[in-house]
Structures are given as structure tokens and as C-alpha cells.
């Protein structure tokens, strides 16, 4: 008889949740985020109340469900010793096994990821079903070693190598189940495979193919690009455990007048924007922040926004305020005022300031070559050298708040894959007082395509 394992991929993240079924109407749970509304729809699909959430590890990128699944469901949660997590919780050691009624679980150290970090070996038996890895073991790569600073990435980076010899003793046919994947800032490369197995990583893991430990380190920090910011204190919220939300109340946005709006904007508020680009562009509150909702959204506000800042969300009628709710909390952003009720035909109705950012379609760029216009490309730094249009400055996004003030006093198009971090940008740079801000309508394909002038590559 087989063992029923449903994969629960959060798309925005790049990570993966697994929900277990061990045959007698109880379920484990591997590294659920606090968004249980898969978690959830999956165990009443398959009749299961939650007995058991585990985690690898101290997440960076997300708040874990565990204490929320303690809380509602009586869940036994299961995590490492070493990481000294300051709520009830089973502590393994390398080498424990948890009995959970016919399938065990075993715990291996595989530090790397994290210092604390374990994978889960899942035993029916005496046979070695599969091995839920976390950020150890991923396909085609392994999880980035540098979120604990500078001074202990080479010291984490040497770690991962050996955890990943001891990952590829078991035997071949042994599934792997990791929780980063392609689109995780965690490091993971592109595709569309979310588990593998021993063998296959074997045969066609790039880092298992290092000759030695100083090649594995050179390659696997040489992939590493930048993080969100909120993953430096994301860990430590996840060590004391997320509060405790009311079901009742846990996804909901307060509606709020123009006038409480205007006044938390004044007060420190962050007005949040997630409607599409051409919205925004059209008219929006003055100092609004642009983050179009869609998957990546909770990993821009996480980039983007201060740590503990409020938030008032503006929306259009038919954008889920529930989904805008659940990716905020899912990364620690727990203080919603709530929402501009009525959306911005409220703003407008009440006779309100409005701003707007200008789009600009890929024919009508104007020539940075002139010198009377700054283009800046605010892409991630491989996607920047692998294509870009000759002339433009490169500022990642995330580093944009605190470099603002190098570009020059001119007019400037933002630019990025699409316009949705574009948008983003210039959103920034209007709150940092910049006037003469647009932004390209797509990306530098469709300005190559536009003006038949080949892209630029490198840095």
C-alpha cells in the first residue's frame, strides 16, 4: 500500500508544504506556512485532522504554521533542539525517531541552510520511504549557506557539502521532498520538478558533481544573488513563534474613510497599492507604494517595507482582500489598519490629491545616449547582465530606498522584466520626492523588438 504525500506549492515563494496521511485519519504536516488555507483544504479533502507539523528548519522567508496548528488543531509540533524555539514543541537530535502510528520519522542533522537545520527520514518500516530536506537537498541545487552573515557562510557553506554526502548514502530510489524550489529566494534554480530523488540528484546535481569541498563552495557561492531584507529577522519571530490569530477576524480588512486614510498616511502608515500597473499609473494616493498583487506579493512588501510599519491597502472591487491579507501575514506584516473602502472612486469622489506615473511603451523610450534622460533597470543582477538596454544604470529594487539619492536630478524611466517592480520603483522614488518619473510599458525583449537594436549583456 502506497503512502499518500500531497506537495502544497506556494508559487510566490518557490516553497513547498507537505501534508502525509498516516492511515488512520491523522495527518503530518512538513513546513507549513502561517497561509494554512491549503494545509487546510487538503486535510478535509482527504479526511484528515492534523496531528503532527514539522519543521526543518528556522525559516528566513516565511512564518511557520506550526504554532497555529498547535493552537486549532492539537498538533504535536516536531523541530530541532538545537534551534531553542520558545513554544511547546517536540526537540529532536540527529538520530531520534518519532513513532507516528506505523510510520516513523527520523531525524539527520544536515546543517548548511541554517545552523539548527534537520531533515526528516520518513521509515515505513524498516524501508526508507523519502526524505522531506528542507533547504538542504533541492533540485538540481542546494539551499543558499549565507543567511547568517559573512562570518559564518564559508563555515555553513563546508556544512552543507557534508550534509549533501550524507543525504546521497541512502539509497537511490529514496524520494526527496524539499520545501525551496524554483522562484525561492533560498536558492534554487528554474524548472518545474518540486521533488526528485536520490538517484536523480546524483546523476544530475551540478554540486554533487564538485570534486571537493572548495569546489562546492565556490560554486554554490557563486550562484547566491541578493534576499529580501525581512529575511535577516524573520528567523527570530519564527524561534519565538508567530502570535496566535482569530479565525474570526484573522483575514479581514477594517474598511476605512478617505479622511482616517489621509491621516495614518500622515502618521507613518504605509499606503500599500496592489492594484495593476496601468491602475496606478492612472492616479493613486499621494505616497503610495505600488506592490501589485500577485504571487511574488508578500515578497515585496517583505523587501520593500519597514519591519512593524502599518499598513493601509488600497484595492480594486474585484482583488481578493483575503489573499492580500494572507500574504501579509504570512511574512510577519501583521499591523493592517486596514483599507481605503471603496477603493480609489472613493479618493476621487471626495475631491482628494491624486498623483500619477506616466507609461512609457518600448517605441517611445527616449535615447539614453543623449544624456538628457537617466534609464534605470531595477532587475535582479543576473537578469540585468544576461540582457539589458546599453546605457542603463542598474539598482536592484531592493536596494533602491537607500540608493536613491546617487541618481542624477533628470528625467527617468524605471524599467524591470514587465513593470510591475518598475511601478515599484518609481512608486519609491515619488515618495522620495522625485518628480520627472515613468516607467516602460514591458521590458528590454520588447524595446529590443521595438527598435530591432540588440540588448546588452554583462554588468
Known amino acids: 500500500m502506497g503512502i499518500d504525500i500531497t506537495p502544497l506549492v506556494d508559487d510566490g515563494l518557490g516553497n513547498s508544504a507537505y501534508l502525509v496521511d498516516l492511515g488512520d485519519g491523522r495527518g503530518l504536516v512538513v513546513d507549513a506556512g502561517r497561509d494554512l488555507r491549503a494545509v487546510r483544504a487538503a486535510a478535509e479533502k482527504q479526511g484528515l485532522r492534523v496531528a503532527y507539523a514539522a519543521d526543518t528548519h528556522l525559516h528566513a522567508d516565511f512564518l511557520t504554521g506550526a504554532v497555529q496548528l498547535a493552537a486549532d488543531d492539537g498538533a504535536q509540533v516536531i523541530a530541532s533542539a538545537r534551534g531553542h524555539r520558545q513554544f511547546p514543541h517536540v526537540g529532536l537530535d540527529d538520530g531520534d525517531e518519532l513513532d507516528l502510528g506505523g510510520l516513523r520519522v527520523r531525524a539527520l542533522s544536515t546543517p548548511g541552510h541554517t545552523d539548527e537545520h534537520l531533515a526528516y527520514l520518513l521509515l515505513d518500516g524498516q524501508t526508507s520511504v523519502g526524505v522531506f530536506s528542507g533547504g538542504s537537498l533541492i533540485v538540481g541545487w542546494a539551499a543558499r549557506t549565507d543567511l547568517l552573515g559573512a562570518d559564518r557562510t564559508d563555515e555553513l557553506t563546508r556544512a552543507q557539502y557534508r550534509s549533501l554526502r550524507r543525504l546521497t548514502a541512502l539509497a537511490d530510489d529514496v524520494a526527496v521532498w524539499p520545501t525551496h524550489g524554483a522562484g525561492s529566494f533560498c536558492s534554487a534554480p528554474a524548472g518545474d520538478r518540486r521533488t526528485t530523488t536520490i538517484g536523480a540528484e546524483k546523476a544530475s546535481n551540478p554540486l554533487l558533481a564538485a570534486p571537493d569541498e572548495d569546489a562546492f563552495l565556490a560554486a554554490l557561492l557563486g550562484s547566491l544573488g541578493s534576499y529580501p531584507s525581512y529575511f535577516s529577522w524573520l528567523p527570530e519571530l519564527n524561534r519565538q513563534g508567530p502570535d496566535v490569530l482569530d479565525a474570526a477576524s484573522a483575514d479581514r480588512l477594517i474598511p476605512l474613510s478617505v479622511l482616517t486614510v489621509d491621516r495614518l498616511g500622515d502618521s ?105 534622460v537617466e534609464i534605470l533597470d531595477v532587475r535582479q543582477d543576473s537578469e540585468f547582465r544576461s540582457g539589458h538596454i546599453a546605457g542603463a544604470r542598474h539598482i536592484e529594487l531592493g536596494d533602491l530606498a537607500e540608493r536613491a539619492a546617487q541618481l542624477p536630478a533628470r528625467p527617468t524611466v524605471v524599467m524591470c522584466g514587465h513593470g510591475e517592480r518598475a511601478m515599484g520603483a518609481a512608486s519609491l522614488l515619488a515618495r522620495a520626492g522625485r518628480s520627472q518619473v515613468s516607467v516602460l510599458a514591458g521590458g528590454p525583449q520588447d524595446w529590443s523588438t521595438a527598435t530591432a537594436q540588440p540588448l546588452a549583456t554583462g554588468a
Open 268 to 372: 507613518g502608515a504605509v499606503i500599500v497599492d496592489v492594484r495593476p500597473v496601468a491602475d496606478f499609473s492612472d492616479g493613486h494616493v499621494p505616497g503610495a507604494l505600488s506592490i501589485p498583487l500577485r504571487p511574488q506579493f508578500a515578497t515585496w512588501l517583505g523587501w520593500l517595507v519597514p519591519r512593524g510599519a502599518r499598513l493601509v491597502i488600497v484595492r480594486n472591487p474585484e482583488q481578493d482582500p483575503e489573499e492580500v491579507v494572507w500574504q501579509a501575514r504570512k511574512v510577519g506584516y501583521d499591523q493592517l489598519a486596514g483599507e481605503l473602502a471603496g477603493g480609489m472612486s472613493t479618493w476621487r469622489g471626495a475631491g482628494a490629491a491624486i498623483r500619477s506615473i506616466p507609461l512609457v511603451t518600448a517605441e517611445h523610450l527616449p535615447d539614453v545616449s543623449t544624456g538628457n
